[in-house]
């Protein structure tokens, strides 16, 4: 679906649905059961666990958006992973990116200690220990691309090529880009994942999340998981988050045109030694980022001169960036990875996927770009200071 239709459907999804009162809006219903006209004879909705009309609507307008046969709303990303990995067994193999979201990381490296499923932690960008785990015929490939923090990029279409060739099914976490940016289930993939907690709902207020399959089979498996394992989300969570989405479209052009400004004042800024983000052109992946993305994204990551002075002058001489976790808000944001979002990990691991104790990460807003700018500039002569 190309942007200008996602950004046409996020608007309109589910409007006017209401036949009792003719509301613009979607109403929210809150009630935990629903009346039986005939014990014999379940009603569409009986309990709200399984399913409820707000929640449903949500996960019916992000699948239109990505183009699923069927989705379901969890009451967190983590939660939407947890459902994706409870359709594995304890000997099904499933494959990671060494550079995953840290919360995801520790999921599956915990579930995976308890005897849940089979691990294999590989760096996907590398052709060789690709084609080396897919000999070990994996059932489920995990990809999150661009990933977190480091933006690395993977071929969704080919890695789908090779997870069909031995009967895999591949997963995209496609939080970083939302819709708007990239939908992989058009490139070959059986399931995304979102955290609605970032772009989707993009107002720093709703934690969420959602899972879509290409098949409507797949689609009721996870709707069965959901239900079964109690991970499905709330409806007032799916009210706000289905009030966010709206916005997806004029949201997310802000945030990259804010992201691509940002990117040059890091790029010719003495005081910062690398710059991570797929649009600039020695982004190793920067070629596969233009064909597979309709954008770059607002993610960005760079390093800093010098050390844990370094990292402090800049995180405290920021006044538009908020210091916190998270990502995908209308307000910026600055992180930390190693000490923050990545703790989780151990620090081999960190280390291993390249997540350095000065790595920073921007999650570019929606703000006056001048006035970020400014902010930037003036945080990086203070480091530049620092380390004289
Ligand atoms: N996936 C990615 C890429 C994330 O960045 C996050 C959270 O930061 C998650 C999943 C987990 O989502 P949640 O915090 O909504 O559980």
Redesign the pocket.
């Known amino acids: 679906m190309s942007n200008r239709k996602v950004a046409t459907h996020a608007v309109r999804q589910g409007l006017e649905s209401d036949s009792q009162f003719g509301a613009v809006v979607p109403p929210i219903y809150l009630s935990t059961n629903y009346i039986f006209d005939d014990y014999r004879d379940p009603p569409q909705y009986d309990y709200g666990r399984g399913g409820n009309p707000t929640r449903n609507a949500v996960a019916d307008a992000i699948n239109k958006l990505e183009g699923g046969a069927g989705a379901v709303m969890t009451s967190?990303?983590?939660?939407?992973?947890t459902l994706v990995v409870s359709l594995l067994k304890s000997d099904d193999l499933l494959v990671i990116p060494h550079d995953?979201?840290?919360?995801?990381y520790r999921l599956f490296t915990n579930l995976a200690n308890k005897g849940h499923f089979k691990l294999a932690v590989v760096d996907q960008t590398n052709e060789q220990q690709l084609r080396a785990v897919f000999k070990d015929r994996p059932a489920m490939v995990w990809l999150?691309t661009p990933?977190?923090p480091l933006l690395r990029i993977v071929d969704i279409g080919a890695i789908c090529q090779q997870a069909k060739a031995v009967d895999a099914k591949v997963v995209v976490?496609n939080?970083?880009l939302s819709p708007f940016g990239q939908q992989p289930l058009q490139l070959g993939a059986d399931i995304v994942?979102?955290?609605?907690?970032?772009y989707i709902n993009g107002h720093s207020d709703v934690?969420?999340?959602v899972a879509i399959a290409n098949t409507e089979q797949l689609a009721e498996e996870l709707s069965w998981w959901a239900n079964t394992l109690g991970l499905t989300g709330s409806p007032f969570d799916g009210y706000l988050t289905l009030r966010g989405l709206r916005t997806l479209g004029p949201r997310i052009r802000q945030h990259t045109e804010n992201a691509q400004i940002l990117v040059e004042t890091l790029v010719n800024h003495p005081a910062v030694t690398k710059v991570y983000y797929p649009g600039l052109e020695d982004h190793p992946q920067h070629q596969l980022a233009k064909r597979q993305q309709n954008n770059f994204g607002a993610m960005i990551s760079f390093e800093l001169i010098g050390g844990e002075d370094e990292v402090a002058t800049l995180v405290g001489n920021l006044n538009e960036f908020c210091l916190a976790?998270?990502?995908g808000g209308v307000e910026s944001l600055v992180c930390v990875p190693a000490t923050m979002?990545h703790r989780a990990m151990a620090p081999e691991a960190r280390l291993e996927a390249g997540v350095k104790d000065t790595l920073i990460r921007l999650s570019v807003g929606i703000e006056d770009s001048q006035d970020l700018t400014a902010d930037l500039t003036h945080a990086l002569d203070k480091v530049l200071e620092t380390n004289k």
């Open positions: 967190s990303g983590l939660a939407s992973i995953c979201y840290g919360g995801s999150e990933s977190n976490d939080t970083f994942i979102h955290s609605t907690t970032k934690i969420g999340g976790e998270s990502l979002t």
